[in-house]
Nanobody
Framework: QLQLVESGGGLVQPGGSLKLSCAAS??????????IHWFRQAPGKEREGVSC????????NYADSVKGRFTISRDNAKNTVYLQMNSLKPEDTAIYYC??????????????WGQGTQVTVSS
């Protein structure tokens, strides 16, 4: 089973930037075969889909709340998907998770999840 590991979270001031990474770990399947999603969950709130990128990277989508500020990308040679987050707001504070889709395109069917990385936006 695909294992995913997120990194890059931390504390940043409002208006700042962070770049999250989602990498495949261990032996076996890499994430280059699947579409990859980013989700987030803030305390007391439901999990929210943030962005998704297809296997080739040719198709991406974003939640309205992050459009124009976040950019998803991938480097299949490095088996890594990135989420560049700019102009961060306090309401972006959450645990961010990456998840692999069951398909090469973005769908509602997910398989593996990472453990999450904390992003805190505060002055």
């Amino acid at each position: 089973q695909l294992q995913l590991v997120e990194s890059g979270g931390g504390l940043v001031q409002p208006g700042g930037s962070l770049k999250l990474s989602c990498a495949a770990s261990g032996f076996g399947l890499g994430l280059d075969r699947y579409a990859i999603h980013w989700f987030r969950q803030a305390p007391g709130k439901e999990r929210e889909g943030v962005s998704c990128i297809s296997r080739s990277g040719s198709s991406t989508n974003y939640a309205d709340s992050v459009k124009g500020r976040f950019t998803i990308s991938r480097d299949n040679a490095k088996n890594t998907v990135y989420l560049q987050m700019n102009s961060l707001k306090p309401e972006d504070t959450a645990i961010y998770y990456c998840a692999a889709d069951k398909y090469f395109y973005c769908s509602d069917y997910l398989s593996s999840w990472g453990q999450g990385t904390q992003v805190t936006v505060s002055s």
